[in-house]
């Protein structure tokens, strides 16, 4: 088993930054697939980056390319997202996923395809 726990969101204004971790316990992530996603209010959860367990290839939405990064350090089973540039549409629940299938190297945009998930962060971003 896999827990995944999820900080770092809070309110920022437009333009702001915003560094999210999601921390695991139980297992090492050092061989899984992590994405992360969101769910704004009323709507369904969405992909917005994954990457490869290693770290040698990653994977973004069109809607944060550019401005998003994600990255993950193995030795401390923790995978990051940094937020630039924000705008009031990444306002959401942000939630971190983990394929377990070990050594994938398929980087889903489908949240069915993985098997742990965070509890969640919430990012508020004003205009």
């Known amino acids: 088993q896999v827990q995944l726990v999820e900080s770092g969101g809070g309110l920022v204004q437009t333009g702001g930054s915003l560094r999210l971790s999601c921390a695991a316990s139980g297992r090492t992530l050092s061989t899984y697939v992590m994405g992360w996603f969101r769910q704004p209010p009323g709507k369904e959860r969405e992909f917005v980056a994954g990457i490869k367990w290693d770290g040698s290839r990653v994977h973004y939405s069109d809607s944060v390319k550019g401005r998003f990064t994600i990255s993950n350090d193995n030795a401390k089973s923790t995978v990051y997202l940094q937020m630039n540039s924000l705008k009031p549409e990444d306002t959401a629940v942000y939630y971190c996923?983990?394929?377990?299938?070990?050594?994938?190297?398929?980087?889903?945009?489908?949240?069915?395809?993985?098997?742990?998930w965070g509890q969640g962060t919430q990012v508020t971003v004003s205009s």
């Open positions: 996923g983990a394929d377990a299938t070990p050594y994938s190297s398929a980087l889903f945009v489908d949240a069915r395809e993985y098997d742990y």
